[in-house]
């Protein structure tokens, strides 16, 4: 089973910049999508952003569109989120996620939780002047 290790998270104030990373535990990490989930108090999970195996192919939220800017780097077995002009509402823990085995990502499939079975334990980011 592949283990995810989420680091980078942190406090930041609106307008600035922080970049998380997911560092898997296995070489086959680069045969599976990968996204990035993220969770506020009090509400729902929600999709952040989706990746391709060979990282060629990404998706996002609206909400983070032109903001947050989804990566791998499969010789590192580590993915990326590098986040910039975050904004309050991006406040939330932040997970990632790997997809199953043979999922093929797609517009309409990557936001889905159900797509995904193994998860870090999450890095929280706060963003607040």
């Known amino acids: 089973q592949v283990q995810l290790v989420e680091s980078g998270g942190g406090l930041a104030q609106p307008g600035g910049s922080l970049r998380l990373s997911c560092a898997g535990s296995?070489?086959?990490?680069?045969?599976?999508?990968m996204a990035w989930f993220r969770q506020a108090p009090g509400k729902e999970r929600e999709a952040v952003a989706g990746?391709?195996?060979?990282?060629?192919?990404?998706y996002y939220a609206d909400s983070v569109k032109g903001r947050l800017v989804i990566s791998r780097d499969n010789a590192k077995n580590t993915l990326y989120l590098q986040m910039n002009s975050l904004k309050p509402e991006d406040t939330a823990l932040y997970y990632c996620?790997?997809?199953?085995?043979?999922?093929?990502?797609?517009?309409?499939?990557?936001?889905?939780?159900?797509?995904?079975?193994?998860w870090g334990q999450g890095t929280q980011v706060t963003v607040s002047s």
């Open positions: 996620a790997k997809g199953r085995a043979g999922f093929w990502i797609s517009t309409t499939n990557w936001p889905s939780g159900e797509r995904y079975d193994a």
């Open positions: 296995r070489a086959s990490f680069r045969t599976y999508v």
């Open positions: 990746i391709s195996q060979n990282g060629l192919s990404t």
